[in-house]
Structures are given as structure tokens and as C-alpha cells.
């Protein structure tokens, strides 16, 4: 057990809606990080958060966005879903904003219909 | 673009035999990490390699690191049935505050009891 939680589990959904992944960090941790992880693409970052602030952004469409809470929790919003958005998303948290080890969430599947 | 290529793309062996599995990039990073992967679970991190030429041993796992810092391999001895999974390598660039992995696309490797 990592520490880092996420919900749903798993989502299946149809396209054209909307869902919101949810991510809590490990206690401490300050950086939240998701991916999404699907069998062509492999293991791809999206997105960095800090403390609350955007700190680094990788392969996301401008579909989905993200943000941390003042608690430190954060979500994943994914809009107007398209078949190809099948996949695995891992969130994963650290201590800081530039450490070398990231602890990553169990996942949520989401599948789109 | 694939930034980090992985060999072989999948592996499978008896229980006792040696493997090695590749990791080249066209691109210098400033560290390089290896993480392990089961199903319905999230990476997990192995090792960090840092320094050119570095060689990095976990139990019968042995990590080393490209002189110019492009390129890994990881070589597992005796292999066990508990060594089954994905293994990821990813490339570290850090710095401004921010710290992004960029992950190749993974070795299956099944160890046949």
C-alpha cells in the first residue's frame, strides 16, 4: 500500500460525458502527479500540482484539466470523452516538488462506451 | 514521440534462468529510475540512477547506467516466479520547480515456475 489513494476504481461511461477522478495523497506530501496509462501509449505524465499550484504539464488535452485542493487532494476532470480515452489513470504524490520518488495510487479504470 | 525505447517488449522465462532487459533513449536525462508494475496496481519504484556508468544492485536485480546517460539495462539473476511483472524504466528531467517522468513502454516478463 502505497499511501496514495484514488476513486473511483473503476468508471464506465459513455462518450460525450464528463467524469472526475479523484486523488489523495500520501500524508505530507505536497506534489500530486497523474497519468494515464493505456496499451499504445504506455505510461504518459499529464500533469503536476504543488502545493495547489500548477507546476508542470505533459501529454494532456485541453479536455482535461485538473487542480489541487487546499486540503491537497486533487481531481481529474476529463470532458467531453472520447472512445480513445480508455485507460488507466495513476495518480502519484511526493514530498516536494523535485524529489526522485513518487509513490503512485492503485489507479482508476475508466472505460468508455 | 517514443522518447525511451525498452527490449524485449516481452520475455518469458523458467524459473532460475538470467535475464536483461534494455532501456535506450535518444535523449540525456539527468537521472533515470526502473519501476516495477502488477496488475490492478500502480509502478512502484526499484532504483534511481544518477551518475554515468552507475551500477546499482537490489538483492539479485542489477541496474546500470549508460557513461553518456542515455541508455540502462536491467539484469535479473536467478529469476523467481515473484519477478513476474511490468517493468518500466523512466527518464527523469527536474528542475524550476517542477519534475517530469518520461516512461518507456515497458518489458512483460513472466517467470514459469
Known amino acids: 500500500d502505497s499511501g496514495v489513494t484514488q476513486t473511483p476504481k473503476h468508471l464506465i461511461t459513455a462518450t460525450g460525458q464528463r467524469v472526475t477522478l479523484r486523488c489523495s495523497p500520501r500524508s505530507g506530501d505536497l506534489s500530486v502527479y497523474w497519468y494515464q496509462q493505456s496499451l499504445d501509449q504506455g505510461l504518459q505524465f499529464l500533469i503536476q500540482y504543488y502545493n495547489g499550484e500548477e507546476r508542470a504539464k505533459g501529454n494532456i488535452l485541453e479536455r482535461f484539466s485538473a487542480q489541487q485542493f487546499p486540503d491537497l487532494h486533487s481531481e481529474l476532470n476529463l470532458s467531453s470523452l472520447e472512445l480513445g480515452d480508455s485507460a488507466l489513470y495513476f495518480c502519484?504524490?511526493?514530498?516536494?516538488?523535485?524529489?526522485?520518488?513518487?509513490?503512485f495510487g492503485p489507479g482508476t479504470r475508466l472505460t468508455v462506451l | 514521440t517514443q522518447l525511451l525505447e525498452q527490449s524485449p517488449q516481452f520475455l518469458s522465462i523458467q524459473e532460475g534462468e538470467n535475464l536483461t532487459v534494455y532501456c535506450n533513449s535518444s535523449?540525456?536525462?539527468?537521472?533515470l529510475q526502473w519501476y516495477r508494475q502488477e496488475p490492478g496496481e500502480g509502478p512502484v519504484l526499484l532504483v534511481t540512477?544518477?551518475?554515468?556508468?552507475e551500477v546499482k544492485k537490489l538483492k539479485r536485480l542489477t541496474f546500470q547506467f549508460g557513461d553518456a546517460r542515455k541508455d540502462s539495462s536491467l539484469h535479473i539473476t536467478a529469476a523467481q516466479p515473484g519477478d513476474t511483472g511490468l517493468y518500466l524504466c523512466?527518464?527523469?528531467?527536474?528542475?524550476?520547480?517542477?519534475?517530469?517522468?518520461?516512461f518507456g513502454k515497458g518489458t512483460k516478463l513472466s517467470v514459469i515456475p
Open positions: 540512477v544518477v551518475t554515468g556508468g
Open positions: 535523449s540525456v536525462f539527468s537521472s
Open positions: 523512466a527518464g527523469v528531467h527536474s528542475g524550476a520547480g517542477s519534475y517530469q517522468l518520461t
Open positions: 502519484a504524490s511526493s514530498v516536494d516538488r523535485a524529489t526522485d520518488t513518487q509513490y
